[in-house]
């Protein structure tokens, strides 16, 4: 216990005098904080859409109105034919084209044929999310073009309830991920360094000689860093709070002992990961496949329901996904640890073996 | 007859198909000073590993003061120290704060640490240099300062690894008389180089070639046996025969 | 050029001694185009669906089959109208739809106006919630409006695999992490070790000496671009359709463009930790946030789209869509193409001035 707190006055002494990286530890968060929200809004505005009318009924005259005072779109113009349509948007012009068929208006008739919407996709997303916001805006219209039509509109008959996020601000849904993201390279990549360091330096020979043991030696190596991400989570939160008006929905003690478990097992691979290479460069590439599969696999950007199952299978291998779940359910629904016991379950194993790892890992003698 | 510190029989280590310790024996005496020589690539630091707790030997026996170098590494750990060719204090931390790292490692109280830290400043002549970083020390400094900080907690044996490459003559000479300051202190000396002016100050000397030893004497009596002036022209007479250099 | 010849070797050795690395920087892409071709999917295919049903009735029966078959929706089942809130809570669902007991009365039989059904969304994720919304009331307000959806197709990317998004993304990042932030580190790390003076004091000229030690990671940069290729042609079926040539051209300038920015930071970093955080959080984050591999540029704050102009890994993917996807011709990305010169010139530039500077 007394060598721990001698080693870990070394490491706490050593990162303040690197003239970089407590800088780079302080400032990178709020960065990524401030600036990133604003990226992932996933919400697409003046998305160019081009109208191919067959129907030029008051009908479909309504729906291209529609299109036209919409923010997400921007009308370009009505085109003749599909063709001339594509050519539009081969241009880089037009993103969707919407084909009003003739007999639009006729909903229950026989003879009414759908409309069809076809999206540029070498930008899926926007192509993606304007089809959406396309799709909404044709059922809502022939919502109102069936109620008219009968005495009660059956799209009065349904009502929506937004729960825990009633202004749907795809913002809020990020930033717990964002969040994420600054644990994982904070909380992985600088132990990983900070020991790679001793070893490329060769003063990690002179604790091998030492008396030291390798469980203190690999704690003084990981708490230092436990300390740094919850204070980066913190900080991260302030700024969700004071900047986003987005407040943690659950208990704060239910994100903060997630956290606690998601670093543990963050630092323990990163360490693990160190002690298995000789130079910094190896560790790096390690630990950047590692985070690269993190970052897009764990449905931190996109969802893993929407993954095949094989994929899926793989995400569970992955701790960052089940913390991505606890995160996010508490943060925005209030969800209980109660209710979450499997993700915390799963994530403390990961935090055990990890650690575990990291300590069986380190050889003091070859 | 003092008593036998350091004690090895047929000691080896092979990495793979290569054999780079091959069946060494010998014995160190209390208060020695043991020189440990070869050319680069003849085992000496793989054999020095060993014995430190480094390294596991593939085959072969040794104890150092006692404790066998098979199952009580981390024994042996507290005993000795230790000191490498590569530089070995923390350059990003101040003198002060690298002696009392190495006080708590080996777990000498604050108030030890403190008073063998100011005794070994002022001996060292270090006080005003006792708040700079290690690294914008000059290297001859460094190595002094490594050198008694090996020595903080009065061990029974420190293994030196080319404890005097790349400083100058002057610098090297003061280094040298810490080491028999040490040794008068009752201290065991294990020491590897390769400079054979060096050999000439050790108690007893071994030369290693190709893995084994190929000489071991005080360098009186080796310069009788090889018919030689200086242990450099024993040396040179060994390196000629040896396969690997 | 003997001198320079010898340097290579050297280099080359270096990298090839160190296996581990190697393996990965060599599979690396190739893991990352297979699982982000099959497995990574923007889209949202799957919205879990939990009924509350007070009073059974023929229409709730056609309403709840109409759910299950729809592809969009997997079915969960009923619960009370008193867990409809904690089966969101704990993500047994994302939706709740709550009938009422006079769900599918008739109107003309109605004493009142109010809904008769009502949706409760987890809207925590507010794109699945708003879209959802629209498929689920297009099932439930009945055949007739059910039938009317809309038909959708992605031209270009027909089954809006998003491994066609993914690919020219996944390049931008892997050349990026190959070049710039390896050739970052092994000039800093012979900073470090002090060999870099040994080097400068031979007679070969400075700048050879960092051209060597480019070179390698080059060849790796383009077996990677062979291996990336060949994948998205035969594994993900890429159509491939505008000019190969285009894409191997397009490519091998942003390559030197990152050996460029590798030899930047090293001029700025004296020690590889330095070296490899400048890279990791100034370059990985961004290529990944601020390039519209993931998220379109066009959303962002102006200012914002302003900064991603500087970010070379824009121009690189929004030119490999072009070619890659779009299948246009060269002559299409020839402004992509001369911004990522002019970005080459300039920092080639930059870091050539630092690096003599430095040697004064």
Redesign the interface.
């Known amino acids: 216990m007394k060598i721990l707190l001698v080693l870990l006055d070394k490491e706490i002494r050593q990162f303040w005098r690197n003239r970089f990286l407590p800088v780079m530890t302080i400032v990178f968060p709020i960065l990524v904080m401030l600036i990133f929200p604003w990226i992932t809004t996933m919400e697409v505005r003046n998305v160019g859409v081009v109208v191919v009318d067959g129907d030029r009924s008051s009908a479909s005259r309504r729906l291209v109105s529609k299109i036209g005072a919409s923010d997400n779109f921007s009308l370009l113009g009505t085109a003749p034919d599909f063709n001339s349509a594509l050519a539009a948007l081969e241009a880089g012009e037009a993103d969707i084209i919407v084909e009003i068929p003739d007999g639009f208006g006729e909903i229950r008739a026989e003879e009414h044929r759908n409309v069809s919407i076809s999206a540029n996709g070498v930008n899926a997303v926007k192509g993606a999310l304007g089809t959406q916001y396309m799709l909404q805006t044709v059922m809502r219209t022939q919502a109102e073009l069936l109620g008219e039509k009968m005495p009660f509109s059956p799209a009065d008959d349904i009502a929506v309830l937004n729960l825990y996020n009633p202004t749907l601000e795809y913002r809020f849904y990020m930033i717990p991920a964002l969040m994420i993201i600054l644990m994982i390279m904070l909380g992985g990549f600088l132990p990983a360094l900070n020991l790679v360091i001793e070893k490329e330096k060769g003063t990690i020979e002179q604790i091998n000689v030492s008396p030291v043991g390798r469980l203190p030696f690999t704690l003084a190596k990981l708490i230092p860093f436990w300390i740094i991400v919850l204070a980066v989570l913190s900080v991260a939160m302030l700024i969700a709070r004071f900047v986003y008006g987005l407040t943690i929905a659950g208990s704060a003690g239910a994100i903060y002992s997630a956290s606690v478990l998601f670093v543990l097992a963050m630092s323990g691979l990163g360490v693990t990961v160190a002690n298995h290479s000789s130079t910094m460069q190896q560790t790096m590439f390690e630990m950047f496949f590692f985070v690269v599969i993190f970052v897009l696999m764990s449905g931190l950007i996109t969802p893993v329901e929407s993954m095949p199952e094989w994929a899926q299978w793989i995400t569970r291998l992955l701790p960052p996904r089940y913390f991505v779940d606890i995160m996010r359910a508490v943060y925005l629904k209030g969800t209980t640890v109660a209710e979450l016991w499997r993700e915390y379950l799963a994530l403390g194993g990961f935090a055990l073996l990890f650690d575990t790892l990291a300590v069986v890992a380190y050889k003091k003698q070859a | 007859m003092t008593r036998t510190v350091i004690s090895v029989r047929e000691l080896t280590k092979r990495f793979g198909d290569f054999t780079a310790v091959d069946r060494i024996s010998f014995d160190v005496r209390e208060g020695e000073i043991f020189g440990f020589l070869g050319a680069n690539g003849a085992g000496k630091t793989t054999a020095m590993r060993m014995l430190c707790g480094l390294s596991y030997p593939t085959s072969g026996s040794g104890t150092v003061d006692g404790f066998d170098i098979m199952r009580d590494g981390e024994k042996i750990k507290r005993r000795i120290g230790y000191m490498s060719q590569r530089f070995s204090l923390y350059d990003d931390l101040t003198v002060r704060e690298n002696i009392r790292l190495y006080g708590g490692i080996y777990g000498l109280g604050r108030r030890q640490t403190q008073e063998r830290m100011e005794e070994l400043l002022r001996r060292l002549d270090f006080m005003s240099e006792r708040d700079t970083l290690v690294g914008s020390l000059p290297l001859g400094w460094k190595q002094k300062l490594a050198f008694s900080v090996a020595t903080l907690h009065r061990p029974g044996v420190v293994f030196l690894d080319e404890p005097t490459g790349g400083v100058d003559p002057l610098t090297r000479r003061q280094f040298w008389e810490m080491i028999y300051e040490a040794a008068a202190g009752g201290t065991t000396v294990f020491v590897t180089t390769h400079y054979m002016d060096e050999a000439e100050y050790c108690s007893r000397v071994s030369i290693m070639a190709d893995g084994r030893i190929r000489a071991l004497d005080t360098p009186a009596a080796l310069k009788r046996e090889f018919g030689a002036a200086t242990m450099d022209d024993v040396f040179r007479k060994i390196a000629r025969e040896a396969k690997r250099i | 050029m003997k001198g320079f010849a010898s340097f290579v070797k050297k280099e080359i050795l270096h990298i090839l001694r160190?296996r581990?690395?190697m393996l990965?920087?060599l599979l690396?892409p190739a893991?990352?185009m297979l699982?982000?071709g099959?497995?990574?999917?923007?889209?949202?295919?799957?919205i879990d669906v939990a009924a509350v049903v007070p009073k059974r009735s023929e229409e709730v029966r056609k309403a709840l089959e109409r759910i299950s078959n729809n592809p969009y929706f997997t079915y969960k089942g009923t619960v009370s109208q008193m867990d409809a809130?904690?089966c969101?809570?704990?993500?047994f669902a994302d939706a709740v739809v709550v009938f009422a007991p006079d769900f599918g009365v008739p109107?003309?039989a109605?004493t009142d106006?109010r809904?008769?059904?009502?949706?409760?969304?987890?809207?925590?994720?507010?794109?699945?919630?708003?879209?959802g919304?629209?498929y689920?009331?297009?099932v439930?307000?009945?055949e007739?409006?059910a039938?009317?959806?809309?038909?959708?197709?992605?031209?270009?990317?027909?089954q809006?695999k998003?491994a066609?998004?993914f690919v020219p993304g996944i390049m931008g990042?892997i050349f990026i992490?190959i070049c710039a932030?390896?050739t970052s580190?092994?000039i800093v790390?012979e900073k470090e070790n002090g060999t870099m003076e040994v080097l400068l004091v031979s007679p070969v000229r400075p700048l050879r000496i960092i051209l060597a030690k480019m070179i390698p990671y080059f060849l790796l940069s383009c077996i990677n671009l062979a291996t990336i290729m060949l994948l998205a042609r035969f594994a993900l079926g890429m159509p491939m359709a505008g000019s190969a040539a285009g894409t191997v051209g397009l490519s091998m300038l942003y390559v030197v463009l990152a050996l460029a920015l590798g030899l930047f930071i090293s001029t700025i970093a004296d020690?590889?930790?330095?070296a490899?955080?400048i890279s990791?959080?100034l370059m990985?984050?961004p290529v990944?946030?601020?390039s519209?591999m993931?998220?379109?540029i066009?959303?962002?704050?102006e200012i914002?789209q302003f900064v991603s102009c500087f970010i070379p890994a824009r121009w690189y993917i929004d030119g490999l869509?072009?070619l890659m996807?779009?299948g246009l011709p060269f002559a299409e990305v020839m402004k992509e193409f001369l911004i990522l010169l002019a970005m080459t010139a300039a920092i080639m530039a930059m870091s050539l001035k630092k690096f003599n500077d430095k040697l004064e």
């Open positions: 160190d581990r690395t990965i920087v690396m893991v990352l699982l982000f099959f497995a990574i999917s923007t889209e949202v295919n799957n809130e904690s969101l809570r704990s993500g109107a003309e109605r106006r809904p008769k059904v009502q949706i409760m969304f987890d809207a925590s994720n507010s794109n699945d919630a708003q879209t919304e629209w689920l009331r297009g439930l307000a009945g007739s409006l039938a009317a959806m809309p038909e959708t197709r992605m031209l270009y990317n027909p809006m998003s066609y998004n990042l992490l932030i390896m580190v092994s790390r020690k590889q930790a330095t490899l955080i990791a959080m990985l984050l990944i946030m601020l519209g993931i998220f379109p066009e959303n962002m704050p914002l869509r072009k996807i779009e």
